[in-house]
């Protein structure tokens, strides 16, 4: 943080949206891009999968690494992001991005009731025969050259094709579904591989941390 400037983090995404909707940002979310900068650097993370929303914090993560090395020493790897652009922006069920935040989403481990009811919610235009939301979220699940005939043969019919993704979803999530009921039913194992990779984490994280404080002169 004491190598970027205010103006810097200024031109943040969130920062920027949140200050143009009239809600008074505060200090974390300010810093966050930091933080998240903190995050990848300390591993020395090559490639970021991301979506389009956070490919700022990856370039903001970059310029972190070229302050960083320029000051102290070469320590930090300037990680590159990896968007596919099939699911750079996934929409929600309003046609903005998905989010919890937006409560827009789409329950993908609830039961199959859920799911129904969340993707029958989602937006269509009363006057168009194509529901596009619905279209560029059911993309995501079937290829387009399959849905097309689909949703030519079912114009203006919103209920068939919103009931098509509901079973599309359902099935595509299924055996993760299955999965996730698995270690629910065992959490001493899910705790095991979680404190085994926070283990794992802390070694990397300690490591780098001592070169980092040696760089800087706090560590003889």
């Not at 590159?80 to 099939?86: F, P």
């Not at 979680?194 to 780098?208: M, R």
């Amino acid at each position: 943080e004491c190598l970027v400037t205010v103006p810097f983090l200024n031109q943040a995404h969130a920062y920027k949206d949140k200050v143009a909707k009239g809600v008074e940002a505060n200090a974390g979310l300010f810093n966050y891009p930091m933080l998240m900068a903190a995050d990848i650097l300390l591993y020395d993370a090559e490639v970021i999968p991301v979506g389009n929303d956070q490919r700022q914090h990856v370039e903001y993560a970059r310029e972190a690494v070229t302050k960083f090395n320029n000051a102290y020493d070469d320590l930090f790897t300037p990680p590159q992001e990896l968007i596919l652009d099939s699911v750079g922006v996934v929409p929600g069920t309003n046609g903005e991005k998905m989010s919890k935040s937006y409560k827009n989403t789409i329950p993908l481990f609830g039961l199959q009731d859920d799911i129904t009811k969340a993707v029958m919610s989602i937006k269509t235009d009363s006057d168009g025969a194509f529901p596009e939301h619905v279209f560029n979220i059911h993309k995501l699940y079937r290829k387009e050259e399959e849905l097309k005939p689909l949703y030519e043969s079912n114009k203006n019919n919103y209920k068939a094709l919103k009931e098509a993704l509901a079973a599309d979803i359902h099935s595509f999530m299924k055996e993760s579904q299955t999965r996730r009921d698995e270690l629910q039913k065992n959490p001493d194992e899910v705790m095991r591989v979680l404190s085994d990779g926070a283990d794992k984490a802390k070694e990397i994280a300690a490591k780098k941390m001592k070169q980092v404080r040696k760089a800087i002169g706090i560590l003889g």
